[in-house]
C-alpha cells in the first residue's frame, strides 16, 4: 500500500497517486468501488434528511427528481452499478456528490 503521509509536498502526492492509480489495476477497481460506496452513502444520508424535513442543499432534491432516480435504491441500480462496466457517471449525479464532499466540510 501506498504510504502517502510520508510524501513531504502535494506534487510528490499526487505523482504517487497517479502511479499507483496508472501501475495497479486491482486496485484501482478497489478505489472506484469505495468512491461508489461513499457515494451511495452520501445520497441516503440527503435522502433521509430531505424525507425528514431537514434543510438540505438544493442538488439533494434536484437528484432524486429524476424518473430514474427517486430513491438511493434507484441510485445505486440504474447508476451507481453501471460505473466501471459499462458507463461512466452521469454530470448530475457526479455533480451531485462533488458538491456534497465540498459542502460538507
Not at 3 to 8: H, I, M, Q, R
Not at 45 to 50: F, K, L, P, Q, S
Not at 68 to 93: E, F, T, Y
Request: net charge negative; hydrophobic share 50%.
Amino acid at each position: 500500500m501506498v504510504s502517502f503521509n510520508l510524501l513531504s509536498t502535494s506534487s510528490e502526492r499526487e505523482a504517487r497517486l497517479f502511479e499507483f492509480l496508472n501501475t495497479a489495476c486491482d486496485e484501482e477497481i478497489y478505489c472506484l468501488e469505495a468512491m461508489k460506496l461513499l457515494m451511495l452513502m452520501s445520497a441516503a444520508d440527503v435522502y433521509r434528511a430531505n424525507l425528514a424535513g431537514e434543510t438540505v442543499p438544493d442538488f439533494a432534491w434536484l437528484l432524486f427528481a429524476r424518473d430514474m432516480c427517486q430513491s438511493p435504491a434507484d441510485l445505486l441500480i440504474n447508476h451507481l452499478n453501471k460505473v466501471g462496466d459499462s458507463a461512466g457517471l452521469d454530470q448530475a449525479s457526479l455533480l451531485a456528490f462533488i458538491t456534497h464532499i465540498f459542502t460538507d466540510q
